[in-house]
Structures are given as structure tokens and as C-alpha cells.
């Protein structure tokens, strides 16, 4: 799952996951408030890993990502948070809440093929 309140980006993205691998079945949430009632809501099916967007509007990836922590159904999801650029704080605050890895944003389409491959691969 994608969530990231920039359409053009979450299509970006859907086209790179077809591109890596097109068994994944991909889920995009625009808002934060929605995502979180999504996710909590699903009984099964529950995405496997989260690729969360730093900077959105109401809850910002850092409020988001320490809610989805915080919250039973959701604690145990491995998330990746994204954005075009992260500072050493903001590497060690998204660690302590929880967040398992960071990835910049790629400008070029095969490098976020490249970054989205071998997160998929990894094991969280």
C-alpha cells in the first residue's frame, strides 16, 4: 500500500509495482484519515508492507506512521516512509517510531523500479 496524497505520484508508483512485479495487488490511500480506518477495518488482506508519504496534508507521515504503530491492528506492518529528502533527525525519529526503512524519492522511473524491487525483496 501507497499512501501519499499526490496523484501523480501514486501512479508513478502503481506503475513501477507492475513493472517489478505484476502478481502484487496494490492499494493507494490519498488521505491519512481514511487510510488509517482502511487498514484498521480490514479483517484480512491486510497489506503487507506500507509506503508512506512524509509530507501530507492533516497528518503528516511522522503523526501517521506513530498512529499506525500505536494501533494493534495495524503495529505490525513493516513501513517504508518516502520523500525527496530526509535529514539525519528525520531518520532517526522515523526509526524510533517504528518506521523499518527510508526511501528518497527517485527521479528517474527505472531507479524507483530499482528502490521498490529490493524492498519488496527484503524481509522485515
Known amino acids: ?6 496523484k501523480e505520484d501514486q501512479e508513478i508508483f502503481s506503475d513501477a509495482i507492475k513493472e517489478v512485479d505484476g502478481t502484487v495487488r496494490f492499494l493507494s490511500e490519498f488521505n491519512s484519515d481514511h487510510a488509517i480506518g482502511n487498514i484498521s477495518g480490514m479483517e484480512r488482506d491486510k497489506p503487507e508492507i506500507i509506503f508512506l508519504d512524509m509530507n501530507m496534508p492533516r497528518l503528516n507521515g511522522k503523526q501517521l506512521l506513530s498512529n499506525l504503530k500505536s494501533d494493534p491492528a495495524t503495529e505490525g506492518i513493516p ?3 518516502c520523500s525527496t529528502f530526509f535529514g539525519d533527525l528525520d531518520v532517526r525519529e522515523i526509526r524510533r517510531l517504528g518506521a523499518v526503512h527510508h526511501m528518497v524519492k527517485p527521479t528517474r522511473f527505472v531507479d524507483l523500479c530499482d528502490s521498490i524491487s529490493k524492498i519488496l525483496k527484503t524481509r522485515w
Open 1 to 6: 500500500m501507497l499512501i501519499d496524497d499526490d
Open 79 to 81: 513501513v517504508v516512509m
